[in-house]
């Protein structure tokens, strides 16, 4: 079947356009704006550090609504009443259910990080590769092995992973690192996020890999406000992971401790070279020592011991 694309500027109205457009009898509808792109960033301030360059040129300026017509009678007589209703120019383009399904997939390819480990999007074959083959279906959650900061945690893991070694990701999002460590030799992970949607996507992407639920479980909740869900996962982890911002890190780095064994290394992830020195400052503070760091990109990586 193939739809119509319809683009409407908005002009800084576009609560009011998408209500006319409701109201005339269309269904879904999309908004990209500038102001609510900048709300949006400013009301989830915690979940990040840095905004690429180009997204925020993407956005600037624009008000605009986009919606889908099915591309048959019925929906060029809808197109027309909305012609006539709202005196506005319409940017019509006609697409096909498959651009829609299929068409992001084409920016996804194979991955190789580090030595050991290549990240293989689900619908790829991976090749005749000598390296330790992560499936992962990217479209799940965050966490597809594209981000510097997961390239080097990733990366870290086989510096840090032992055979038969208990791990707990924090922020578990796509369960991406999780299974790294499964397939570079670690008994078990438990995972945990934030997101409603990750635990389920961690367990789909770990099935991916032959891993049951056995050797990884997720789950959601917030391990920085809840101390019964602290007590609950346990402690003796010998890999702590977290691979989220400063923001989250800083908090979360005096509370490691109760995670870890004796010996144990936490690693963590997603911090923007701006706000390195501030989350150097709260590793020690929390009695941490930082016997590696990596960089990439602007984004940098620690192991810690106690």
């Not at 079947?1 to 879904?28: P, Q």
């Not at 840095?50 to 197109?79: C, P, Q, T």
């Not at 144990?264 to 009695?287: M, P």
Request: proline content about 3%; some cysteine; charged content about 25%.
């Amino acid at each position: 079947m193939r739809w119509m694309e319809i683009s409407v500027e908005a002009h800084g109205a576009a609560d009011e356009l998408c209500g006319t457009l409701e109201a005339l009898g269309v269904g879904g509808m999309v908004v990209e704006d500038e102001r609510e792109f900048l709300s949006f960033l400013e009301g989830n301030r915690q979940y990040w550090d840095f905004v690429d360059e180009e997204l925020l040129a993407r956005y600037k300026g624009l008000s605009r609504v986009k919606f889908y017509l099915s591309d048959d009678e019925a929906g060029w007589a809808l197109l027309n009443t909305i012609r006539a209703a709202l005196d506005l120019p319409l940017d019509v383009k006609s697409v096909a259910d498959s651009d829609w399904e299929n068409n992001w997939r084409e920016y996804y390819r194979p991955i190789e990080i580090g030595k050991k480990l290549l990240i293989v999007p689900e619908w790829l074959d991976a090749g005749d590769t000598k390296r330790l083959v992560l499936r992962l279906d990217p479209g799940l959650s965050f966490g597809t092995g594209e981000h510097a900061s997961t390239q080097l945690c990733l990366a870290m893991l086989e510096e840090y992973v032992r055979p038969g070694a208990r791990v707990l990701d924090l922020g578990c999002g796509s369960g991406i690192l999780g299974i790294g460590a499964i397939l570079l030799g670690a008994r078990s992970v438990t995972g945990c996020d934030i997101d409603p949607l990750a635990p389920e996507a961690a367990m789909r992407n770990a099935a991916l890999n032959g891993i049951g639920a056995g050797r990884f479980s997720a789950i959601r909740g917030d391990v920085i406000k809840d101390a019964a869900l602290r007590t609950a996962m346990g402690g003796c982890y010998d890999l702590v992971l977290a691979n989220i911002v400063a923001d989250v890190i800083i908090p979360l780095a005096g509370l490691v401790r109760e995670f870890l064994s004796p010996d144990g290394i936490f690693i963590c992830s997603g911090i923007i070279e701006s706000r390195r020195s501030d989350v150097e400052r709260a590793l020690r503070d929390a009695g941490l020592r930082t016997v590696a760091r990596r960089e990439k990109d602007e984004w940098n990586c620690f192991a810690c011991v106690m």
